[in-house]
Each structure stands twice: as C-alpha cells, then as structure tokens.
T-cell receptor, first 112, second 115 residues
Framework: DAGVTQSPTHLIKTRGQQVTLRCSPK?????VSWYQQALGQGPQFIFQ???????QRGNFPDRFSGHQFPNYSSELNVNALLLGDSALYLC???????????FGPGTRLTVL | AQSVAQPEDQVNVAEGNPLTVKCTYS??????LFWYVQYPNRGLQFLLK??????LVKGSYGFEAEFNKSQTSFHLKKPSALVSDSALYFC?????????????FGTGTRLLVSP
C-alpha cells in the first residue's frame, strides 16, 4: 500500500503566478482534505472533498480552489500567489468518518 | 468553534525518563481527539486517537494518552523516553457530532530527549 502521495515535493513560484498541487489518497479512502502549514505553526484546514464535491471549507480566500477526480485523487490550485502563501501543503485522506486521517509528505511551496 | 491549546512550545526530558506533552481542547459537541508526530521535512504521522470508550488509549511506539472530559484534556505520555522520540507533536480535535472531518490542530510542542 503506497499510502498518501503528493507531487511535486518542492515548488518555487513568484508572486502573481498560479500553482497546482496534486494528491493521491491511500487505497480505499474516498475523502481528501488539504491543509496549509506555515513555518512554526500547526496545519490549518483549507477544504475537504468527498464524491468530487467540496464538502467543507476553512477560512481561506477564493484564490484557493480544488478538485477531486472520480478515482478520488485531488488537486489544490492557488491563484495570484502571495508571499504569505509560502508553506508546506499537506494532503490527508480518510475513509470511515470515525477514523484518523492519513497524511502525505507534503509539498513545500516557496513564493518569491 | 473548535480549538486546541498546547501550552508548551518545548518539552525537555532525559532518555529513560517519563514524558508528558499537554493538550487541552474546546469543541461544542463531543470530541474525536488525535495525536500526530512530525519529523523534520516530513508530513504528519498518526500516533493515537480517542473516539469513545476507555479513557486511556494506547498508540504507536509506546505512546499513550488519557482523555479527561471534565478537564477537557488529552495529554500524551510515554513511560520511558527515547532519543528517537525527539520531534514535533501535534494534538488535534474533531467534532464527533457533525458529519465533517475537519481537524483543528494545536500549534505543536517540540519534544527534545537528551541522551
């Protein structure tokens, strides 16, 4: 079992650009959540996808959008990048709502 | 609204001694509680969870945590610390009574185990 995978590992962008991050959930999981972890902080919930729809959203602007595909994989898109968007972006997958979320290794985004 | 407090930025303990990492939570309904560990430049690794039932839960690598509803706490413990336990530890809460799985994390506690 490959677990949760994310790509790319690292990414460097400049202000104003757009970025797409990708996530493949753990086998058997149908729910994908995205979190932003700024340096020295705990992860902050961005949104969650289930059955290809955004089910819940945190306090992030509309510049942050996502998508879930029929195979349950997911993308996180960020438009008009700001310096403050520099962070580790974590994807987590889960199945049964009682169970824990499994996290991927993250994508380190640096905005210059 | 849900929230988690981890009052200690860092906990220092000598190898072989017991360790405790503190966590208190606030949630409108009943909680699901989790501990995760993060090593440098890595994602989060699940340690243990409280869903319901026995207040003392045991997890990976000899860690355990005690759910205390009256004190709204979920402290992480280990009887004998190892140098390899040095890492960043996060407590997280989810509201059991909603259908959503959003996790709210604390700010993290750095555990440093000295030889």
């Amino acid at each position: 079992d490959a677990g949760v995978t994310q790509s790319p590992t690292h990414l460097i962008k400049t202000r104003g650009q757009q970025v797409t991050l990708r996530c493949s959930p753990k086998s058997g999981h149908d729910t994908v959540s995205w979190y932003q972890q700024a340096l020295g902080q705990g992860p902050q919930f961005i949104f969650q996808y289930y059955e290809e729809e955004e089910r819940q959203r945190g306090n992030f602007p509309d510049r942050f959008s996502g998508h879930q595909f029929p195979n349950y994989s997911s993308e996180l898109n960020v438009n008009a990048l700001l310096l403050g968007d520099s962070a580790l972006y974590l994807c987590a997958s889960s199945g049964d709502r009682r169970n824990e979320q499994f996290f991927g290794p993250g994508t380190r985004l640096t905005v210059l | 609204a849900q929230s988690v407090a981890q009052p200690e930025d860092q906990v220092n303990v000598a190898e072989g001694n017991p360790l405790t990492v503190k966590c208190t939570y606030s949630v409108s309904g009943n909680p699901y509680l989790f501990w995760y560990v993060q090593y440098p430049n890595r994602g989060l690794q699940f340690l243990l969870k409280y869903i319901t039932g026995d207040n003392l839960v045991k997890g990976s690598y000899g860690f355990e945590a005690e759910f205390n509803k009256s004190q709204t706490s979920f402290h992480l413990k280990k009887p004998s610390a190892l140098v390899s336990d040095s890492a960043l530890y996060f407590c997280a809460v989810r509201d059991r009574d909603t259908g959503f799985q959003k996790l709210v994390f604390g700010t993290g506690t750095r555990l440093l185990v000295s030889p």
